[in-house]
């Protein structure tokens, strides 16, 4: 299965990222979701979602996610070029910080590349007993619901 971007043609955008049973280089691992800020706040406010610590699940009886803080990075709007090859990728604040990376709002520095970057978090399939097909297509059905 490919690695799926959904409403991520502009920056601010709801949005959330999928490697649901891919190994490409430029998906996520299988069975984890990049989940925008803007998208979880929309979700929680019109009871799509529940929120229990660091659980996110989709309602009604939908997949549950372990949520950690994280950004899918867009833009590289300082050197011109992509030297890291990060735009696209979602990274865990900790990864940022293990690349001596600075993170911000909005936007992560690391060494002399800048990115736009849209805030969210990576959340990881728990319902073993659902399939990660499963979960992509009520995640698609999310989606699609606006």
């Known amino acids: 299965m490919a690695c799926y971007a959904?409403?991520?043609a502009t920056p601010g955008v709801d949005c959330f990222v999928l490697g649901f049973g891919s190994r490409r280089a430029d998906c996520m691992p299988a069975n984890r979701a990049f989940f925008s800020q803007?998208?979880?706040?929309?979700?929680?406010a019109e009871g799509r979602a529940g929120l229990e610590g660091e659980?996110?699940?989709?309602?009604?009886?939908?997949?549950?996610f372990k949520l950690s803080s994280a950004v899918l990075f867009g833009a590289e709007v300082a050197a011109g070029n992509d030297g890291p090859g990060l735009?696209?990728?979602v990274k865990a604040l900790s990864d940022i910080e293990a690349l001596s990376g600075e993170h911000v709002p909005g936007s992560v520095?690391?060494?002399d590349y800048a990115y736009e970057v849209v805030e969210g978090?990576?959340?990881?399939l728990l319902d073993g007993e659902r399939s990660?097909?499963?979960?992509l297509e009520t995640?698609?059905?999310l989606a699609e619901a606006g």
């Open 121 to 124: 978090f990576l959340g990881e």
């Open 6 to 8: 959904v409403n991520w």
């Open 109 to 111: 520095v690391i060494g």
């Open 87 to 89: 735009t696209g990728k």
């Open 55 to 64: 659980v996110l699940g989709l309602l009604p009886a939908g997949p549950s």
């Open 139 to 141: 995640l698609l059905e």
């Open 132 to 135: 990660s097909v499963a979960a």
């Open 38 to 44: 803007a998208a979880v706040d929309r979700w929680l």
